[in-house]
Nanobody, 122 residues
């Protein structure tokens, strides 16, 4: 069983930065890919970024050039660095551990964190 605990959310002004952290119990880096989802009020959940076991990353168009996902296997921690934040980035952000499956390499979640709120507002 893997447990994921997010931290680092909060209130930030437009144009600011935040770094989300996700601490995992148990070693996930040898088994799972990792990803960050977000869900804003009244909107569907969106996959923001993923990182494979080999370190390959992918981003939603809304996150490209502004967000960066990374992992530290020694600390069993995944990060999401968010720069140039916009009000539309306001959402609850969820850390996940999962696997890429199928010919298209679709990301499927095995474990979810509890979420951390990010609010971008002046």
């Amino acid at each position: 069983q893997v447990q994921l605990v997010e931290s680092g959310g909060g209130l930030v002004q437009p144009g600011g930065s935040l770094r989300l952290s996700c601490a995992a119990s148990g070693s996930i880096f040898s088994i799972h890919a990792k990803g960050w989802y977000r869900q804003a009020p009244g909107k569907e959940r969106e996959l923001v970024a993923t990182i494979s076991f080999g370190g390959s990353t992918n981003y939603a168009d809304s996150a490209k050039g502004r967000f960066a996902i990374s992992g530290d296997s020694a600390k069993n921690t995944v990060y999401l660095q968010m720069n140039s934040l916009k009000p539309e980035d306001t959402a609850v952000y969820y850390c996940t551990a999962g696997r890429f499956r199928g010919v298209r390499g679709t990301y499927y979640v095995d474990y979810w964190g509890q979420g951390t709120q990010v609010t971008v507002s002046s």
